[in-house]
């Protein structure tokens, strides 16, 4: 996966970020050296923007659909207020251990939730609202796990789905691979959606932020 911003760009504005943890650094390392698919990892940016959402929200519960290795989680954590939670939903075991060791080792486990399974399931099984949403997992189900999550949304919400500049693929009309057209599917589905507000930043690959309209 290639970024938006120029590979150059993307590691000054990191270098001039506040660094990972030290266990984050540890995380991403193994991330990298062990599982599939390491450019999924959140990394040091995205981390920090959801520490900052989830810290300027004041959210007490967030639900987080495609835990992958824990990163975004912990992340998201560490700017909980005391007595907050985050459901986490990963479909895979491997991506499930990994994430729930490094979530024990942070001592987050009494605010962190995985959930094995499909995320719509667990949608359906959890009650009540969510403060921040943070989507981004297979991109076949964004639409439906956006109108699943909508509804859900407490009264000062924010949704914000990863991935969708897709490298820049969205922009080739011509492109048919799966996840492009459901990515490219998912921004005309928000963006014609009266129900909400958006704005796509294009951090790493691509971020939509969405609340509810007034």
Known sequence: MSFIVPEEIEAYAEAHS???????SRLA???????????????????RLLEFLV????????????????????????????????????????????ARRYIEEAGYSDRITVHLGPAL?????????????????????YVNYYEAVLP??????LIAADNTLWSGRVL?????????????????HVRGDSRVVSVMLSVRDGVTLIRRAA
Request: charged share 30%; glycine share 8%; aromatic share 6%.
């Open 121 to 141: 399931e667990t949608i359906s099984r959890l009650d009540g609202e969510f403060d921040f949403v943070f989507i981004d997992a297979d991109k076949e189900n």
């Open 172 to 188: 080739n009309e011509s492109e048919q691979e799966e996840g492009t057209r459901a990515i490219r599917a998912f921004n005309v």
């Open 55 to 98: 810290f300027a929200l004041g959210a007490r519960r967030v639900l987080e659909l495609g835990t992958y290795s824990g990163y975004s989680s912990i992340s998201m954590a560490a700017a909980l207020p005391e007595g907050s939670h985050i459901d986490t939903c990963e479909v895979d075991e491997t991506h499930a251990e990994v």
């Open 18 to 24: 506040t660094p990972p943890s030290e266990l984050l």
């Open 152 to 157: 859900r949304l407490s009264e000062r919400s």
């Open 29 to 47: 390392e193994e991330t990298r050296a062990k599982l599939r698919s390491p450019q999924m990892l959140t990394g040091t940016i995205e981390g």
